[in-house]
T-cell receptor
């Protein structure tokens, strides 16, 4: 149980284009999903928290207009990197917390490697 | 400001022996702690957690110890197996803050034959 998928697993795009990453909870309903990014040899940094049906809450320093998050259903959240630039290249990971799960336990997707040329 | 720290970037342990991974935190508001295991290019996998009302939690080969006064937690893996080789992250959260996790910088564990 508690499986989270992400799509795509990797993506290469040109500078200036937008990229959408999907995060799905496959066997449970996720009231809250989180988006992280990880640079090489660094820790996971929380970007934003999204609750189903409401606006995402962004961490300090994360541009809301650049990283658009939509949590339209209890099993799907999307992260759109708009007008991507090479410095946005990173490993993006989502996690989900279920309605019945222990409050602190998040289950992570496999991640999406974004490379912006 | 790194609120959760893992001061050992790497650790090498022989198969069958005990692996001890350490984590320190500075925020006294943290009341729930988790350990995750991560392979390259994959998302973290939840291993074990502990609430601040406990000082020990055990699950199979994995045991987490919490010392609140020292703001220190550790993960013990006994016996260590080659498949345990991965990066281990500790994470902390404050109940009631939408369970936002603050991660440490990770410790790479290598279990040798």
């Amino acid at each position: 149980g508690a499986v989270v998928s992400q799509h795509p697993s990797w993506v290469i795009c040109k500078s200036g284009t937008s990229v959408k990453i999907e995060c799905r909870s496959l066997d449970f309903q996720a009231t809250t999903m989180f988006w992280y990014r990880q640079f090489p040899k660094q820790s996971l940094m929380l970007m934003a928290t999204s609750n189903e049906g409401s606006k995402a809450t962004y961490e300090q320093g994360v541009e809301k207009d650049k990283f658009l998050i939509n949590h339209a259903s209890l099993t799907l959240s999307t992260l759109t990197v708009t007008s991507a630039h090479p410095e946005d290249s990173s490993f993006y990971i989502c996690s989900a917390r279920g309605r019945d799960g222990f409050l602190g336990t998040q289950y992570f997707g496999p991640g999406t490697r974004l490379t912006v040329l | 400001d790194q609120q959760v720290k893992q001061n050992s970037p790497s650790l090498s342990v022989q198969e069958g022996r005990i692996s001890i991974l350490n984590c320190d935190y500075t925020n006294s508001m943290f009341d729930y702690f988790l350990w995750y295991k991560k392979y390259p290019a994959e998302g973290p996998t939840f291993l074990i957690s502990i609430s601040s009302i406990k000082d020990k939690n055990e699950d199979g080969r994995f045991t987490v110890f919490l010392n609140k006064s020292a703001k220190h937690l550790s993960l013990h893996i006994v016996p260590s197996q080659p498949g345990d080789s991965a990066v281990y992250f500790c994470a902390a959260s404050v109940t009631g803050t939408a369970s936002k996790l603050t991660f440490g910088t990770g410790t790479r564990l290598q279990v040798t034959l």
